[in-house]
């Protein structure tokens, strides 16, 4: 039952969390100045009428990667690391030989599964993309945890320990909890950058008052 609800709250501060992000790209107009327009044919050059974007240092060094990839990623890490924990004696493997194969079975199609459905969704900077990608992880080896314990039943920590099996279970959500902070650290970030490039960059794209005068000629009949 804690391990549900644990798993309950991984997938709710996910969403939560891409709730957030998704609400951040509805503010891009504060890294836009407002566009130039005069009401005189030719009293404005064309690039003047382009939108003039504010440069900030959220953007740099992107990235586009796939969130299941991130998940795919997360599948390897557990199969390696149960693979470590069993040579090393700290797990122990308790189930029966054709139950070992269709854990693994399902895991490398789940692994398959993620890399081929795994697309690029959003160009991201280098602490969003650590943030979801410890989330991701974090999701996947908590789950496959669970998996391996209360449902195929092939392995059981420090032989049945229950200080260990809390541990062995929170490693997932540590990192899920990690990803999360990163995320929120760079949404806060972005926030102040946002509100600095707002106040900076329609002053210093504004187009001067000349663009607009309109030469007063007197008719001649």
């Known amino acids: 039952m804690t391990c549900c609800v644990v ?13 957030l992000l998704g609400s951040e790209r509805n503010d891009m107009h504060a890294h836009c100045a407002p566009m130039a327009t005069s009401p005189v044919p030719g009293g404005i050059s064309e690039a003047s009428l382009r939108p003039v974007l504010a440069k900030s240092p959220a953007v740099g060094h992107k990235a ?4 299941f990839l991130y998940f795919g990623a ?4 557990y199969l390696v690391a149960v693979m470590v924990l069993l040579w090393t004696g700290a797990a122990q493997s308790v189930g029966a030989p054709l139950a070992w194969i269709l ?53 059981q920590i420090a032989h049945g320990n229950p200080l ?44 001067s008052a000349s663009a607009f005068a309109v030469p007063l000629t007197p008719r001649t009949r």
């Open 164 to 207: 260990w099996d809390i541990v062995f279970h929170n490693v997932g959500p540590a990192l899920a909890l990690a990803g999360t902070f990163l995320l929120l650290r760079a949404g806060a970030g972005r926030g102040v950058t946002s509100s600095r490039s707002s106040r900076s960059t329609p002053m210093s794209a504004r187009p």
């Open 64 to 67: 586009s990667i796939g969130l």
């Open 74 to 77: 997360g599948i390897g890490v």
């Open 103 to 155: 854990r693994t079975g399902c895991y490398l199609g789940l692994l398959l599964a993620a890399v081929c459905l795994s697309r690029p969704r959003q160009r991201l900077d280098a602490r969003r993309r650590a943030g979801w990608a410890l989330i991701a992880v974090g999701a996947a080896i908590f789950e496959l945890g669970v998996l391996d314990m209360h449902l195929f039943g092939v392995i």
């Open 7 to 19: 798993g309950l709250l991984i997938f709710a501060g996910v969403r939560w969390a891409r709730r």
